[in-house]
Every structure is written in C-alpha cells, then in structure tokens.
C-alpha cells in the first residue's frame, strides 16, 4: 500500500511561483504524476514522469511553466510551477501507478491534494 503527502499549495498572485513536493510512503515503483481538478472542472493530468525518470509528459496548458522532478531514492516528487495564471487555480494531487496508466487511465493510488489559489 502507498500513502501520498502532497504539500507547498497556497494563495499567490498571477505571474508568482510555488514549488509543491508529494511524499510516498512505502515504495514507489512505478511513475508519478500530477493532476488538479479546478472548481466545476472535471480532474486533468499536468504532469507525469515514469519512475526512472527518462520520460516526461506536460499538459499543453503548463508546458514552459511548470517543471517536475522526482527522487526515487527519497520517495519525493516536486512539481515547480512557474509564471501561475489564474486559471491554474485547482486542487493538486500527486499519484502513482505505471506511466501508461497516469497518462490514460485511473492510478491506483493517490494523495489527499493540496490546494492552490491564484489571484489575478
């Protein structure tokens, strides 16, 4: 079983930055990624990264602006988001599952969310 943490959400004003992290516990496998769902929005995948690292996906909305990283080793993940918008505000989460799966179907397994705010 996988237990997500995400952290690092808030309230900032459009064009400012925020980094949020994902702690796994128990042991990560497989690819991670991120996801929000904003009000009335159904839930969308930002960005995925298999577990060695070698690929990456980013939704066309995000691409340029948000970066994600991740340290197997340490069981943690950063989604750094860069030059935020106002339509960026959602719920994020972290999940995990095989790369395949986060970027065309339901992972198995997910964090709590954390919640991110953008003024304009």
């Known amino acids: 079983q996988v237990q997500l943490t995400e952290s690092g959400g808030g309230l900032v004003q459009a064009g400012d930055s925020l980094s949020l992290s994902c702690v796994a516990s128990g042991r990560v496998t497989t690819g991670m990624g991120w996801f929000r769902q904003a009000p009335g929005k159904e839930r969308e995948l930002v960005a995925a990264m298999s577990w060695s690292g070698s690929s990456t996906h980013y939704a066309d909305s995000v691409k340029g602006r948000f970066t994600m990283s991740g340290d197997s080793a340490s069981q943690t993940w950063h989604l750094q988001m860069d030059n935020l918008k106002p339509e960026d505000t959602a719920i994020y989460y972290c999940?995990?599952?095989?790369?395949?799966?986060?970027?065309?179907?339901?992972?198995?397994?997910w964090g709590r969310g954390t919640h991110v705010t953008v003024s304009s």
């Open positions: 999940a995990v599952d095989t790369f395949g799966i986060l970027l065309h179907a339901q992972p198995r397994f």
